[in-house]
C-alpha cells in the first residue's frame, strides 16, 4: 500500500505546482522591470524587453520577444502610446489571450496624469505623443503612485503571496519615499535652471524640479530639426544662462554635440532609465545619476 500512496501524494504535488509557480512577469522597459522587483523579489520571473541603450519608441518585434511574451501572466509597460509601434503587434503574434486587457495587462500612464497632452493631433507634422507625454518615470512621484497600483495588481494576480507583496510595498515605499526627500533638498541649486533637450523625455523631471525647457533639439517629437530651427536654437541657448543640453544615453549624441560646440553650453548624457550608466543600476541609482550629473553641470 506504501507505494501506491506515495505515488498518489508526489502526483497530487506535480498537479498542485501550476497554481504555486512564479508569475512570469514582462516588462517593456528597464525602470518597469525594476520596480517589479522591489515589489516582487523572488515572487516572480521578469523579462525585460529593452534596454536604457535603446529608443523605446522605436523596438523590432522579434521572435524572441513573442517567445517572452508567449509565456507572460502580467504585461508591465509605460502605455500613453509609448510602445503603439511594437507592443500590440508583439501580444497578437504571441496568441497569449491573459495579457491583451484585464488583469494581465498594466500600464504605468494608465495609473497617473500625463502631462502635454495635446489639444489636437496633427499627426501630419509628427506627434509622437498624442496621449501625452509617456516619460513619466522621471518623476519619482508618480513612479510611487504607479508601485501603489502595481502592489496591488500583484496581489490581485497571485493571492497566496498578497502579505508578501503588501510586505515588500510598505518597504519601498519607506525607502522610495525617504529618497525622493533627499534627492529635492540636492536639487535645490537646479531649481529655475534652464535646459535645452534632445527629445522631451524630461518633462516630468524638469516640471518636479522645478527646473525650465527652453527649447529641443526636434521641434517636435520625432521630427529631425531644420536648420533654420538650429540656428534659432543655437541663440536662444547662448542668451539664456543655459544650464545643459541634454540627452538619453541611447540618443546620438551628435546633434547635442554640435549645439555645445556652437554655444559652450555642456552636453549631457542622462541614463532615463535603469542601465542607462555605471550608476543607474537600479531606480534608485537611476536617480542619484540623473541629478548628480545635473548638478555637476551647474557647477
Ligand atoms: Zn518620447
Given amino acids: 500500500m506504501k507505494k501506491p500512496l506515495l505515488f498518489a501524494f508526489l502526483l497530487a504535488v ?29 515572487k516572480v520571473t521578469i523579462d525585460v524587453a529593452t534596454s536604457a541603450l535603446q529608443d523605446v519608441h522605436q523596438i523590432e ?84 503612485t504607479v508601485a501603489n497600483a502595481l502592489a496591488a495588481r500583484l496581489i490581485k494576480l497571485d493571492p497566496a503571496n498578497a502579505t508578501v507583496y503588501r510586505q ?14 533627499r534627492w529635492e533638498a ?20 524638469f516640471t518636479w524640479l522645478g527646473m525650465e525647457q527652453i527649447g529641443a533639439l526636434e521641434p517636435r517629437p520625432g521630427v529631425p530639426p531644420t536648420s533654420a530651427h538650429l540656428s534659432s536654437l543655437v541663440d536662444v541657448t547662448k542668451s539664456s544662462n543655459t544650464l545643459a543640453i541634454v540627452r538619453a544615453a541611447y540618443q546620438d549624441p551628435k546633434a547635442s554635440l554640435w549645439l555645445s560646440g556652437r554655444t559652450g553650453v555642456p552636453a549631457v548624457a542622462l541614463p532615463l532609465s535603469v542601465g542607462g550608466d555605471a550608476q543607474a543600476k537600479d531606480l534608485f541609482g537611476l536617480f542619484d545619476s540623473t541629478i548628480d550629473k545635473l548638478l555637476a553641470a551647474a557647477k
Fill in 168 to 181: 515588500r510595498m510598505v518597504d519601498f515605499n519607506g525607502r522610495w519615499s525617504a529618497a525622493i526627500k
Fill in 14 to 42: 506535480a498537479q498542485s505546482t501550476p497554481a504555486h509557480a512564479k508569475i512570469a512577469v514582462f516588462a517593456c522597459e528597464p525602470e518597469w522591470g525594476a520596480l517589479v522587483q522591489e515589489l516582487a523579489g523572488d
Fill in 186 to 205: 540636492k536639487a535645490v541649486p537646479l531649481k529655475g535652471r534652464k535646459v535645452v533637450v534632445q527629445h522631451i523625455s524630461w518633462v516630468y523631471l
Fill in 61 to 144: 518585434a522579434k521572435p524572441s520577444l513573442i517567445a517572452k511574451m508567449r509565456r507572460a501572466d502580467l504585461v508591465v509597460c509605460t502605455g500613453a502610446d509609448l510602445e503603439v509601434g511594437w507592443l500590440p503587434q508583439l501580444i497578437r503574434q504571441s496568441g497569449n489571450g491573459r495579457v491583451g486587457t484585464g488583469l494581465g495587462s498594466f500600464r504605468a500612464a494608465d495609473q497617473v496624469v500625463t502631462l502635454d497632452k495635446p489639444q489636437q493631433l496633427d499627426r501630419a507634422s509628427g506627434d509622437l505623443h498624442p496621449q501625452g507625454n509617456p516619460h513619466l518615470q522621471m518623476d519619482p512621484r508618480r513612479v510611487l
